[in-house]
């Protein structure tokens, strides 16, 4: 290779980096994931920061300041999820936290901070008054603080109540990201979410009550072959039904194979008592992933049978694990988006004139 070949190589790799970074696969610097745990005093507005990595956030947070407020996550059993693998769930010692808000100020200024993402996987789990406390902590060392934002597993909010969520709305607290992944209950219990569908929309309308903003966020694939019809349709039944602020895909992948949601799967089965029944003959396996096209497909089915109502809720699939990125309000665009997607879905498999992301160059 000569040095022209070099260069554009390293551009490429640079690029590359760099929207891995704004599209939510981490935060935080090289390497972009991480097998073990370590530190690193790197994150998005470069100020020095102590964090137990890997650290990941969602696309939109990628300007914010990421405050580690817990490690891992609190569930940590869903057959599908490796984010949190090498992590045991605990909550950061609110010493710690201070002391990580003074080094912010300290180096960057207390004006530099606009908005703050609560990490790791759902801070929401942790108590009210603790949540308080953060908050408050947030807006005495960052008066021009516009929004704080979190990851949220509906399970976090059943023991709070619509009172204990609307203060800490008045604290700053905006937006959550729920991971509800799916609104069937059969791709729920077979990927172990530990949720159902009542379960999610009853914590969804409690956010919605408190006045804080929800982007739920639904996982393209979980279903495999056999539930993916049905995990369209009921995660669009989802979204109608709680009609959120913010909605997106992501897509699901497994970097390191298939063992964890084919056991999922094969336990799902058998305590259904149908494992030949449902089983596709043609395959040993007990979960099947859908192709680039199949998941368009039902990315399709999923925005064809949604029913939003207005034209406040906003859908994106920009996250970096996707194949093609929508962008539009539903109540509005969602004609365009079907038809942007029945064009992809029409053109020869070989021919791809929309540029569909490639799998060397998605991540989760």
């Not at 399970?155 to 991971?179: A, C, F, M, P, W």
């Not at 497994?254 to 305590?271: A, M, N, Q, V, W």
């Amino acid at each position: 290779m000569n040095l022209l070949g070099y260069v554009s190589l390293l551009l490429a790799l640079l690029s590359l980096a760099t929207a891995f970074q704004r599209y939510g696969i981490v935060s935080i610097g090289p390497p972009f994931m991480t097998e073990g745990r370590r530190q690193s005093e790197v994150f998005s507005t470069s100020s020095p920061l102590l964090y137990d990595e890997p650290v990941f956030r969602p696309p939109a947070e990628w300007r914010s300041l990421i405050l580690q407020v817990t490690i891992g996550c609190s569930w940590n059993k869903c057959s599908f999820c490796e984010m949190y693998q090498t992590k045991q769930f605990r909550a950061k010692p609110i010493e710690d936290i201070e002391q990580e808000l003074q080094i912010v100020v300290a180096t960057r200024g207390p004006n530099a901070v606009r908005d703050v993402f609560l990490a790791d996987g759902d801070a929401m789990s942790l108590p009210t008054k603790q949540l308080m406390a953060i908050l408050e902590m947030i807006q005495q060392h960052f008066p021009r603080v516009r929004r704080v934002s979190s990851y949220c597993l509906p399970r976090n909010i059943y023991y709070k109540s619509v009172q204990d969520l609307t203060e800490l709305r008045h604290l700053g607290l905006r937006l959550v990201y729920v991971g509800c992944e799916s609104g069937s209950d059969n791709v729920l219990d077979a990927v172990q979410k530990g949720e159902t569908y009542e379960t999610s929309l009853s914590e969804l309308t409690k956010l919605q009550d408190a006045g804080i903003k929800r982007s739920i966020m639904i996982l393209l694939g979980l279903g495999g072959k056999r539930y993916s019809e049905e995990h369209a349709i009921q995660s669009a039944r989802l979204a109608s039904a709680s009609q959120p602020e913010f909605l997106s895909v992501l897509t699901t992948s497994f970097p390191r194979g298939l063992d964890r949601i084919e056991e999922g799967y094969r336990i799902h089965y058998l305590e259904q008592e149908e494992e030949e029944a449902t089983r596709d003959t043609k395959s040993p396996h007990f979960f099947e992933p859908l192709t680039a096209r199949e998941s368009l497909q039902e990315l399709y089915s999923f925005l064809q049978n949604t029913n939003i109502t207005t034209n406040s809720t906003i859908f994106r699939s920009d996250h970096a694990s996707n194949y093609l990125v929508l962008k539009g309000r539903l109540g509005r665009d969602k004609q365009t988006m079907l038809a942007q997607l029945a064009a992809v879905l029409d053109a020869p498999e070989e021919d791809d004139v929309y540029n569909l992301r490639p799998e060397w160059a998605r991540g989760l």
